[in-house]
């Protein structure tokens, strides 16, 4: 941690300056500042002919509601800090979304590239016990997920393993979420943080005094876009844009360097060539313009960092173009960079709303789990024959025919996947609203990540005084 910017303390000082803009008593915002339980793990694994120790945290930032929430990261840049910060961003995110659980964050110091699929499921495996062995995993206690360098395939071996250890546990498919579909995930979960993304700055943007401000017509068609990092959230928020918001992507990065072309990039053939080649470097169409930070840099509407954290520091927070930022990845931007972006008039989507989405369906998967059902199938057929039935009503009564078409439509009940996503749009929506609402409320609100801490630390601190804790 020498020499670097603690990441924790960052996020303890956007709370501070927000709680000055509510009446929570002191000790209160201290006490939801803080991280309740830090778990620190050490085991070894097998490689060759000998051991190596592999470094682990799970970090509970808040228990003010349970279960606990939040990803696990494979990355070499996990350490205790890093774990604390994001858990306390899930804590901060899940309140502003109203999604009722405390927040929580796992991670593991591994370069998940540099091991085999078999030590990679070993490594999971042992530290699902570990979390077991020390109660820190249940679909009561806490209910880890997706993270940056996990995957369905990962929450597969979490739920086997824990199932292995509590065997008969009625609920315990609900003890993490991302899971494949076939393994009692949910549709839509995979792609949800990138569609909340894309309906969170739709929703920015379709406020024409707001984008009169940066200089900037409403609605998002048309705008130009840039993307740092393709994985599962750039990727999908870079697709989803492109296809359902008409959104020009002019510029990807990633770890091999930087791409441009100003007539718009289309993602998809991007993906594909990505995935034939192993790089972005060369697609058609596009120019080369430098290493995976170059992009950030470039003339655009929309950048979206959704790599890792620390991408947009004072070194080049000057130099930054892009008239909104959508921060996809959490902490993207560091706090002596955000204050430069802000003093120049950028808006800044935060991360613990905008990349709110993964946690909002996960809340929706949870919810199915635990119910041991797929929505929809117990008011499908009812809804239809009740809609069938009263269209039959309105054709006799008014004596014409409703056609073919709008009848399918208009008596079919929604899929699984429908469900999902108009249940995201809509929490994205109405979060937005509520962050807006309050810096209208409050004009001393410098921007939209004091205004979102304020909403999230009020509705934290009504939780604390309801339970009595606090006067
Ligand atoms: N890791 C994601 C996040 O940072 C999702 C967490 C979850 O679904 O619990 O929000």
């Not at 927040?103 to 590239?113: D, L, Q, T």
Request: aromatic fraction near 8%.
């Amino acid at each position: 941690m020498s020499g670097k910017i603690s990441f924790f303390k960052s996020v303890e000082h956007y709370v501070d300056q927000a709680a000055k803009y509510t009446d929570i008593p002191k000790g209160l915002v201290e006490q939801i500042r803080v991280c309740n339980l830090v778990l620190q793990i050490r085991f070894p694994i097998r490689v060759g002919n000998d051991y190596e120790v592999i470094e682990a945290y799970r970090v509970q930032h808040s228990h003010h509601r349970l279960p606990t929430k939040g990803g696990i990261r494979y990355a070499e840049s996990v350490d205790q800090d890093e774990v604390m910060a994001l858990a306390s961003l899930m804590t901060y995110k899940c309140a502003l979304v109203d999604v009722p659980f405390g927040g929580a964050k796992g991670g593991i110091r591994i370069n998940p590239n540099n091991y085999t699929t078999e030590q990679l499921q070993n490594i999971t495996r042992r530290y699902t016990t570990e979390l077991i062995k020390k109660n820190f995993i249940g679909p009561g206690i806490d209910v880890p997920a997706p993270d940056y360098g996990t995957g369905p395939r990962e929450m597969a071996w979490i739920l086997d393993t824990y199932q292995a250890f509590r065997h008969g546990e009625i609920d315990s498919i609900g003890c993490v979420t991302g899971k494949p579909v076939t393994q009692n995930g949910i549709r839509g979960r995979a792609e949800a943080t990138g569609r909340g993304v894309f309906y969170g700055i739709r929703e920015c943007m379709s406020h024409a005094e707001d984008m009169k401000k940066i200089g900037l017509t409403k609605g998002i068609a048309g705008k130009t876009m840039v993307v740092q990092g393709l994985g599962n959230v750039g990727s999908n928020t870079a697709l989803i844009s492109q296809s359902e918001g008409d959104v020009k992507i002019i510029g990807i990065a990633e770890r091999e360097g930087s791409i441009h072309d100003p007539n718009g990039i289309d993602v998809e053939k991007l993906l594909a060539f990505r995935k034939e080649t192993g790089s972005i470097i060369g697609f058609p169409g596009s120019q080369h313009i430098g290493g995976p930070s170059a992009a950030l840099e470039l003339e655009c509407d929309i950048l979206v960092p959704a790599a890792l954290e620390n991408q947009i520091t004072i070194d080049n927070a000057e130099r930054i173009k892009a008239k909104i930022i959508a921060e996809a990845a959490n902490g993207p931007i560091t706090s002596d960079a955000d204050r430069i972006l802000v003093k120049k008039g950028v808006i800044i989507l935060p991360d613990f709303y905008i990349n709110a989405g993964g946690v909002t369906v996960s809340y929706f998967e949870w919810l199915k789990n635990l119910s041991h059902h797929r929505f929809g199938r117990l008011e499908n057929r009812f809804q239809h024959n009740a809609f069938e039935g009263i269209l039959n009503k309105v054709e006799e009564m008014t004596g014409k025919e409703v056609g073919q078409r709008d009848r399918d439509f208009l008596t079919r009940g929604g899929t699984e996947v429908e469900l999902v996503n108009s249940g995201l749009e809509d929490t994205m929506i109405t979060a937005y609203q509520q962050i807006r609402e309050t810096m209208i409320q409050n004009p001393e609100i410098p921007d939209l990540r004091t205004a979102a801490f304020v909403c999230s630390l009020k509705k934290i601190a009504s939780d604390y005084i309801s339970m009595g804790i606090f006067p």
